[in-house]
Each structure stands twice: as C-alpha cells, then as structure tokens.
C-alpha cells in the first residue's frame, strides 16, 4: 500500500541538523527534477524580495520565508515526518506511533511538495516555503513541471498495491495514477453530516477532512492493516468505525471515490 498524503503550510523549523543531502532523498529518479525546482527558488530569493514575495504568495506576515528559501542548501534538516505539521498530521501523531507502526509509516507515506515532488517520512529535509501552485522562473508552474519526472517514477513507487490518494487538488495535480494503478487507486473525500432542522446536511469541512485523513492513516498503520485493493480498504475502513459510503468506477482505468462521512470530530 502506498499512501499518498499532501504537504501542510506550516513546517517546523529545525535548529540543529546537518544540511540538505540531495542525493539522500528517496526516489531518486526525481533528482534532477528536485535540484532544478531548488535552484530555481533559491536564485529567486536571492534576488528581488518584493517579486519573490508576490511569486510565492506570501502574506507580509510571512516575508521572512524569503530569507529562509534563500538559505536552503545550508539550513538544518529535520526529517519530513517531523518538518510537516498542520491538522492532518497533528492527527496522524507519527512521533507517538509504536516502532513497528513507525517502520511501516515510513515505507507507506510519501509527502507530495512543490519542491521535493514528493519524499517519505524518514528522508531529511529543511523547512520551506513553496506550494504546488507557485510558478518559478525557469520551471513555470509546479504542478505542471512534475507531471514529466512523476509519470517516470511514481508508477514504480505505487508497485502492484494499493494506492490511497489523501491529496489536495493543487498536489494531485502533479501524479494521476492512469491504467492498472488507477483501478488500485481510492480517493477520499471526508464530509461532515449536521441535522439542520431535523435534515441531514453534508458539506466539506477542511479541518474535518484533514484530521480525519490523519486520523485513518494513523489507524491503518497502528492496526497494521495493509488492504491490496480498494472494496478491501472499504471493509478495512468500515471494520475500523468509519461510515464510508464508495463509489466504484464506471469503467476500468479509474480511480475508486470514497466518502468517508463525520458527524464530530
């Protein structure tokens, strides 16, 4: 099973930590791809402040990202499960996660980003500031830019199993799982369900969904639960407590949607 998580915008800063190995990264057949999107942010933060600052989309309160890219092959690595923080991984809890469920996070998870493409858990990484969305000069937009270096890698990283696709839309951007891993694929879709005058009603709530996709890959891997095929991850999920409601594909080469539905977190 291979678990397909999105990035968080807030990342943990590390203060000691040897600096950035590129060549330690997993896959590295997304290594030129990788010190392409690195040099490309890091000569645009050297440069003019103001057009990185519009470039990266950054907030005034968050001008000092700048700086921070500027410094990337020299700052302190952390490794990824600890750089990324937010709902979703404040509910997957790696750090409390039992040796061997911590073993199998880190051969199941990889972290889609707008700079790394994608890295598991155990590789080391600096905090950064660059989303899929962002266009750089010489690179354009990221989420383009990875198609190429994705469609050669990620079919091998996926291998014969599941695939569990928790990305946001600006990250799935970058990967689409096509043929035969596309019917092993299942997206999820977490809707919370309130009584609004004795009527159920179900919209999509972002904390809601990000705790809740923490939450499922937590207790997949505590559980040590490794489905192979989609309709078997639906009655993994359901035997765990969830109310999943899935929707399988019209035709082959298509991806399973699930609906995972919550009433409170």
């Known amino acids: 099973m291979l678990v397909l998580l999105p990035p968080s915008e807030g990342k943990a800063a590390g203060r000691r930590g040897a600096p950035l190995d590129p060549?330690?990264?997993?896959?590295?057949?997304?290594?030129?791809?990788r010190e392409a999107v690195l040099d490309a942010l890091v000569t645009?933060?050297?440069?003019?402040?103001?057009?990185?600052?519009?470039?990266?989309?950054?907030?005034?309160?968050?001008?000092g990202e700048v700086a921070k890219n500027a410094a990337l092959r020299t700052a302190p690595t952390r490794p990824a499960g600890q750089i990324y923080s937010g709902v979703l991984y404040d509910a997957l809890d790696l750090a409390s996660l039992s040796p061997a469920a911590k073993r199998r996070a880190g051969a199941q998870l990889l972290i889609f980003s707008g700079l790394w493409g994608a890295v598991r858990v155990g590789d080391r990484i600096p905090a950064y500031r660059c989303s899929m969305g962002v266009s750089l000069p010489g690179t354009g937009a990221l989420g383009t830019y990875w198609r190429t270096a994705m469609a050669d890698v990620l079919p091998e990283?996926?291998?014969?199993?599941?695939?569990?696709?928790?990305?946001?839309?600006?990250?799935?951007?970058?990967?689409?799982?096509?043929?035969?891993?596309?019917?092993?694929?299942?997206?999820?879709?977490?809707?919370?369900?309130?009584?609004?005058?004795?009527?159920?009603?179900?919209?999509?709530?972002?904390?809601?969904?990000?705790?809740?996709?923490?939450?499922?890959?937590?207790?997949?891997?505590?559980?040590?639960?490794?489905?192979?095929?989609?309709?078997?991850?639906?009655?993994?999920?359901?035997?765990?407590?969830?109310v999943v409601e899935a929707q399988a594909p019209a035709r082959g080469g298509r991806a399973w949607q699930l609906d995972v539905v919550v009433r409170e977190l």
Do not use: M
């Open 44 to 63: 645009l933060c050297r440069g003019d402040e103001d057009k990185a600052v519009q470039a990266l989309s950054l907030s005034e309160g968050l001008r």
């Open 157 to 242: 990283a996926a291998g014969g199993g599941l695939v569990l696709d928790l990305r946001s839309s600006a990250y799935a951007a970058a990967w689409k799982p096509q043929g035969a891993p596309a019917e092993r694929t299942a997206t999820v879709r977490v809707l919370h369900a309130q009584l609004v005058d004795g009527v159920e009603k179900r919209s999509v709530v972002s904390h809601f969904n990000k705790a809740t996709k923490g939450r499922i890959v937590r207790s997949l891997l505590t559980e040590g639960i490794r489905p192979r095929r989609p309709a078997e991850l639906v009655e993994a999920l359901r035997d765990l407590g969830y």
């Open 23 to 33: 060549g330690s990264l997993s896959l590295p057949g997304l290594a030129p791809a």
